[in-house]
Nanobody, 118 residues
Framework: QVQLVESGGGLVQAGGSLRLSCAASVRTFSSYHMGWFRQAPGKEREFVAR????????YYSDSAKGRFTISRDNAKKMVYLQMNSLKPEDTAVYYC???????????WGQGTQVTVSS
């Protein structure tokens, strides 16, 4: 079982930055591929970014590319999402997810709210 706890959300003005963190409580964190997703009010959850178990490979949605950076620290059992140049349309609850198989996520955090004001 993997428990994930996100933090770092908040209210920021357009053009600002936030860094989301996700803490994992699992012995074999380095075995898991990690991802960030988001869900805006009235919309379906969407993929934002993912990183493989070692951190050597990352992938981003078109909306995140060039503005967001996903990273991980296996020693600390943490994954991060650095978000720059934030836009009002980035407003959503952001979720951290973990999975043994790439692009298949079995464990999810409770989410952290990000609100970008115009």
């Amino acid at each position: 079982q993997v428990q994930l706890v996100e933090s770092g959300g908040g209210l920021v003005q357009a053009g600002g930055s936030l860094r989301l963190s996700c803490a994992a409580s699992v012995r074999t964190f380095s075995s898991y591929h990690m991802g960030w997703f988001r869900q805006a009010p009235g919309k379906e959850r969407e993929f934002v970014a993912r990183i493989n178990w070692s951190g050597s490979s990352t992938y981003y949605s078109d909306s995140a590319k060039g503005r967001f950076t996903i990273s991980r620290d296996n020693a600390k059992k943490m994954v991060y999402l650095q978000m720059n140049s934030l836009k009002p349309e980035d407003t959503a609850v952001y979720y951290c997810a973990a999975g043994i198989r790439l692009q298949k996520y079995d464990f999810w955090g409770q989410g952290t709210q990000v609100t970008v004001s115009s």
